[in-house]
Structure formats: C-alpha cells, structure tokens
C-alpha cells in the first residue's frame, strides 16, 4: 500500500488547487418530483418526467440566485450527493441512480446506470453527453484537477472510473469493491470522496458497515491493500456519506445506523496521516446524519440531520417538524459538535461556500434552499430560495 502522507510540495499544491479564490461560485441541485412523503410519512410515488437540475450562482452569497434548470431523471433515493462539479466550475456530472417503471397502477424502481454530462460554460449551461457505467450509480466524487470521476454503484459493488478532459468524458473501467468468500454479502457501495492530492480515495459500503481504502495511480484505481489483503475500516452503522478535510488530514462518514428511528447516530472519523488510515473516533451527530460537508477553507464541518422528518408519521415519538444542521469545529486530528440550526423538512443536500463562510441546505419537502452564515462557532439562517423542485441532492466543489 503506497504512502498516504504528503510531501511538502504536494501540499503546496493542495493549497493552490483548493484555494478559495481560485473557483467559481456555482452549486447544482438535483430535484426529484417522482416522490412525495404523505402525512402518514409514506413515500407516494409519481409517473417520471418532471425531473430537473438546477444550477445557482452564490457570488452574492446570501442571496443566490438561479443560473438554469435542466430537465433531468435524477432520485431521492440515496445519498444526496449523486452529482458533482470540477473545480474549475466548468463542467458537471449527474448520475442517475433508478429508473421507474410501471407496475400496474403503480412504479417500481430498478437500477439504472447513466451519468449525465453538463457544459456548465455555455449560457445556459447545457446537457452535452451521457456516459454508462455500473449498476445504480450513486454517490460521486472529482479529482481536484479535473482529471477523473469516481462514481459509487451500489447495486453491482463497482467503483466506476471516468476520465474528463475538457467536455469529454469516458468510462475507463471500474473496481469491485465486493465481499469476501464463495457467497459475499453485498456491500452496496454509496459514497465516495478523493483526497485532495488525488492519490487516494475512501468508499462507503453501508451494507457492512465499512468504508474502503482506493489507490490511484493516473487512471488505474486499485484496492488498498495491507499485508496482501483488501484492506477495509470498521465504522459505525451503516455509512452512508463520506467527505475528506480540505488538508487531507481527516475523513468523515455519516453512519446512519437505524435511519430515522428516535436514536442517536454517529460520524466516524478517520486519520488519513496514517498509513494505512484507520477510524479514531465516532462523534455523536443526531437523528438520520444524512447530508454531509466540510468547509473549503478548513476548520469546520457540518451533518445535515433528518430528525424524523421523512418516512415517518406524525404520531411517531422519533417525528419532527425540522430538520437541522449539526455543525462540528475540527481542530487537528479532533473533531467536536459546535452548534446547530434548525432547517426545513427531509433536509437532503448541504453545500459550503468557497470561502466557507455560508452553508447551503436543500429542504425536500418545502421545495426551498436555506440560506446560513457562520459567525463564530454557530450558524445563522439569512434567507430562502424556492426552487423550481424538490431539492433531494446538493453539490458545490469539494475539497
């Protein structure tokens, strides 16, 4: 297993490549309207078609405003984290992770295995190509220079690995991150998140609660490995997201354990320094720890928590109104909750701004965006935007 600490120079680089400065200022939502959560807090499902994605420019940052919305099949179902912008902000990628069928007088989901590509240079930004890959593609992450996408697809335990230069982007392959033994247990990969020197990567496999070292080397993506095994950490119940610190020193998984259940859930904390990398600490994190995000410019992170807000009915002990962010201070290898502020209903995407100084929150239920400013260790809610959907993804340029 190759080295994950960082050289100086490569440091430097992390530096410039990440810097605030240095991006643009758009975030891309993905809205579902296939769903809807009835009072009893039972999904109702819709016929397809009325899918979209919208782009929002944040230079204003407390007022944002709306760049575009593409029509585009994309689902709730799933981490909130099924799309992702370069760095350059020039191009976008949306996976699609099911596709509806009819089944009597009702829909039925079943995997799809499309990503689809998005100029985000042209006025408006436009679809420009979509690509296959594995079954049920679900959460996705860029390299910081633009070069590869890793996309997790849960239904087939792939990795799949794209290669983008300019607008052009191909498959180039994918890695099992399946089980062991003669009859493995499916490990329905969800998240993935790229260091920032993009030499490694970590991958959710919620199904038995571990997350999944990757070497990369160029477009080659192999399984990390320790003493000639596949090597995997154990983290709290089911791991749905993962995100990696700005400086690449920590990673962060949303265990979402029992789901929406009245309990209290956990983030798993990883020491990337070491080598090989291993889960320090778990913190606790609240009711449904769903959506997750670091902030660019380091210092802090922030778990989006359902909070019985979907999928529950009102009569439920573990029901709320609200959804809220739980912001968590990071300080060296230490990571510590800080503060929350409350949001609106099934709280699915959060997004930092560049600078790290404003949260983004897509509300399911309202179909809005709210709109927080950190000042100090606590958020505070400036504003609102409605979007033309239901907001079930959120993405700006990560780390």
């Given amino acids: 297993m190759r080295a994950w600490l960082y050289g100086a120079a490569a440091a430097v680089l992390c530096v410039a490549v990440s810097a605030p400065a240095a991006r643009a200022q758009l975030l891309i939502v993905g809205n579902d309207e296939k769903i809807t959560i009835d009072a009893d807090g039972k999904q109702v ?45 020039r191009l976008a990628l949306v996976a699609n992770s099911l596709e509806w069928q009819q089944d009597g007088d009702n829909w039925k989901d079943v995997p799809d295995n499309k990503v689809f590509v998005i100029d985000l240079t042209v006025k408006p930004p436009a679809q420009v190509a979509t690509v296959e890959v594995g079954k049920q593609p679900s959460g996705m992450a860029i390299n910081a220079a633009g070069t590869l996408a890793l996309v997790a697809n849960a239904a087939d335990d792939t990795v799949s690995v794209l290669t983008l230069d300019g607008m052009n982007v191909k498959a180039a392959g994918s890695v099992s991150v399946a089980g062991t033994g003669d009859k493995p247990t499916p490990t329905k990969p969800a998240a993935v998140a790229i260091t920032p020197d993009g030499k490694h ?47 690449g020193k920590l990673g962060l998984t949303g265990d979402m354990n029992g789901g929406q259940d009245g309990q209290m859930d956990t983030l798993s904390v990883i020491d990337m320094t070491q080598n090989p990398p291993r889960v320090i600490d778990q913190v606790g994190a609240g009711d449904g720890p769903e959506g997750l995000a670091v902030d660019p410019a380091g210092g802090y992170a922030a778990s989006l928590i359902l909070n019985g807000t979907g999928g529950l009915p009102k009569s439920s002990f573990a029901w709320h109104e609200h959804g809220y962010v739980q912001l968590m201070k990071i300080t060296d290898k230490g990571v510590r909750r800080v503060g929350t502020a409350d949001v609106g209903g099934l709280p699915e995407g959060l997004a930092f701004s ?46």
Avoid at 70 to 83: A, E, H, Y
Avoid at 359 to 379: A, Q, R
């Fill in 201 to 247: 990567a970590l991958v959710t496999l919620p199904n038995v609660n571990q997350i999944a070292p990757l070497d990369i080397d160029g477009t080659k993506v192999t399984r990390a490995q320790v003493d000639g095994k596949d090597y995997v950490m154990i983290t709290g119940l089911r791991p749905l997201n993962v995100q990696i610190t700005s400086d």
């Fill in 354 to 399: 560049p600078d790290g100084r404003y949260l983004y929150v897509g509300n399911f239920k309202e179909g809005t965006v709210d709109i927080l400013h950190l000042v100090g260790d606590s958020l505070r809610k400036v504003g609102s935007l409605t979007l033309p959907g239901h907001p079930a993804s959120m993405r700006g340029s990560t780390p």
């Fill in 45 to 89: 499902r819709h016929p397809p078609g009325k899918d979209t994605v919208t782009i929002l420019d944040i230079h204003d940052r407390a007022k944002p405003k709306i760049v575009a919305t593409l029509p585009m099949i994309n689902s709730l179902i799933g981490p909130p984290v099924n799309l992702a912008i370069t760095h350059d902000q």
